[in-house]
């Protein structure tokens, strides 16, 4: 089993930026990926990043890139959403996930391809 904790969340202005960060811990590791999603208020959870544990490659919604930057620490089992300029419309819940499982084709943006989840942290950005 594996345990992820988001921290970072809060309330700030556009334009503004925050990080969140995700600690990991238990049986991690033969970690493969681990990525970020957000849920806004009925919508459905989208992909923003993810980083892929032991290359450190990394892949970003449109919505995010060139604003968000997604990074690890592998001593620390943790990983961060560094968020720049943001947006009224970033406002969501911000969850992390953990994939163990290295298959080829899987499609990484898919909530279904992950095997945990953390409980999610509020991301409010006001106008």
């Known amino acids: 089993q594996v345990q992820l904790v988001e921290s970072g969340g809060g309330l700030v202005q556009a334009g503004d930026s925050l990080r969140l960060s995700c600690a990991a811990s238990?049986?991690?590791?033969?970690?493969?990926?681990m990525g970020w999603f957000r849920q806004a208020p009925g919508k459905e959870r989208d992909f923003i990043a993810r980083?892929?544990?032991?290359?450190?490659?990394?892949n970003y919604a449109d919505s995010v890139k060139g604003r968000f930057t997604i990074s690890r620490v592998h001593a620390k089992n943790t990983v961060y959403l560094q968020m720049n300029s943001l947006k009224p419309e970033d406002t969501a819940v911000y969850y992390c996930?953990?994939?163990?499982?290295?298959?080829?084709?899987?499609?990484?943006?898919?909530?279904?391809?992950?095997?945990?989840w953390g409980q999610g942290t509020q991301v409010t950005v006001s106008s």
């Open positions: 996930a953990l994939r163990s499982r290295d298959d080829y084709g899987v499609d990484l943006n898919a909530i279904s391809n992950y095997d945990y």
């Open positions: 238990g049986r991690t590791f033969n970690t493969y990926v």
């Open positions: 980083i892929y544990w032991s290359s450190g490659f990394t």
